[in-house]
C-alpha cells in the first residue's frame, strides 16, 4: 500500500531517509525539483552502493536517477500549447 506523505503526520523527508537506508540505488519521478531540498537526502544517497541499470542496449552502474517534469493540462494539449 503507498504512503502519503502530508508533512503534518508523515514526513517526507524522514520517510525518504528511512527508504534509502535499507535501498541500493534509487529512481526519483517529480513534477517540481528545488534543490535546496536535496541537501536533505544528499547524504544517504552519497552512501548508495548502486546497482546495474539496462538502459537501451547497455548495463549501466547507477546509484540515483532524478527525472523533472510536468504533465501537460488537458486544454493546453487540445490547444497545441507547448512549454518550450
Same mark, same amino acid.
Not at 520517510?15 to 537526502?41: A, H, I, M, P, Q
Not at 504533465?71 to 493546453?76: E, H, N
Given at each position: ?6 508533512? *503534518? ?7 525518504? &531517509? =528511512?527508504?534509502? $537506508?535499507?535501498?541500493? @540505488? #534509487? ?17 544517504? *544517497? ?7 541499470? &539496462? =538502459?537501451?542496449? $547497455?548495463?549501466?552502474? @547507477? #546509484? ?21
Amino acid at each position: 500500500m503507498p504512503k502519503i506523505y502530508d508533512n *503534518i503526520e508523515n514526513q517526507l523527508t524522514k520517510g525518504l &531517509n =528511512e527508504t534509502l $537506508e535499507v535501498s541500493n @540505488r #534509487t529512481d526519483f519521478c517529480v513534477g517540481y525539483f528545488n534543490l535546496r531540498g536535496w541537501k536533505e537526502v544528499a547524504v544517504k *544517497i552519497d552512501l548508495l552502493s548502486g546497482a546495474s541499470v &539496462n =538502459e537501451g542496449k $547497455e548495463d549501466i552502474h @547507477r #546509484t540515483c536517477r532524478l527525472l523533472v517534469g510536468m504533465q501537460k493540462l488537458p486544454i493546453d494539449i487540445l490547444k497545441g500549447t507547448s512549454y518550450k
